[in-house]
């Protein structure tokens, strides 16, 4: 089925482990594809941010190997890494005193070297795209949860990454501000971004994933197109999980 397409990253027997008996990622084998927008999905603590942060280097992992376009997740080769993978956080991780256009332009400045006048069209066209062209000069403490959030991703958007990924980006907002989010996500889908996601909204999993991925207890379990996933997933905790957030 992915024999067209390239592997933007690669996890070969990957082991993560925060004390001696809590394996997070327990030998975990597993392949995303470029234009693909991947669902993690699955209970608390069953490592599905462990596992994006891994791939941005934000966590270490105790044996195996992360290959993002073929080159290895190491501290050698971390700035390299998050030139290419761009990651929006739960709690939108913006820089207070800055203004939101600030916070966008800083990223490929400071690390693409980019110059301000040469982004600030593009930039623009971005915070258009999430409704927030007239808040550019705002600051974050002036917007609601899913206005910062949407200028997360514009952040995002800035660094032109080859891969997004996002870490449970709808998790600290209110029910109301959900949707706002989750439709800007939507629209990047259907532009073919390439996407990890850990979310527990199986509305947008349903609509805009590629593949959707249950993990349990650090391992991968199931993994299928939406349609299969949400009627026939193949595997029993994943049966159970529907069950019980549907």
């Known amino acids: 089925m992915n024999q067209n397409k390239q592997i933007i990253v690669e996890f070969k027997d990957v082991v993560k482990q925060f004390e001696k008996d809590l394996v997070v990622l327990d030998h975990l084998n597993m392949n995303f594809y470029d234009g693909e927008t991947h ?3 699955g209970r608390s603590g069953a490592g599905k941010s462990t596992l994006i942060r891994c791939i941005n280097y934000l966590e270490k992992i105790n044996s195996g190997q ?5 080159e290895p997740v190491t501290k050698k080769h971390a700035r390299t890494i998050r030139k290419k993978c761009a990651m929006v956080f739960q709690s939108f991780n913006l820089f207070p005193h800055m203004t939101i256009l600030e916070n966008a332009l800083l990223g490929p400045m400071k690390a693409l070297g980019q110059h301000k006048g040469e982004m600030i069209d593009q930039i623009g066209t971005y915070f258009e795209k999430v409704g927030l062209e007239n808040k550019m000069d705002a600051l974050p403490g002036e917007l609601s949860g899913g206005q910062k959030q949407r ?13 997004i990924l996002f870490d449970e980006p ?7 501000m959900i949707g706002e989010v989750l439709n800007v996500m939507e629209k990047l889908a259907d532009e073919g971004r390439t996407m990890i996601v850990v979310t527990h909204e199986m509305g947008f999993a349903r609509v805009a994933a590629d593949k959707i991925s249950f993990m349990d207890a650090g391992k991968i379990v199931s993994t299928c197109a939406p349609d299969k996933f949400f009627t026939d997933p193949g595997h029993e905790s994943v049966e159970r999980f529907l069950k019980q957030i549907l």
């Open 66 to 70: 992360i290959l993002v376009e073929g």
């Open 151 to 163: 200028a997360a991703i514009v952040r995002a958007l800035a660094m032109n990454p080859d891969l």
């Open 170 to 176: 709808t998790s600290a907002l209110d029910p109301e």
């Open 39 to 41: 669902v993690l999905c």
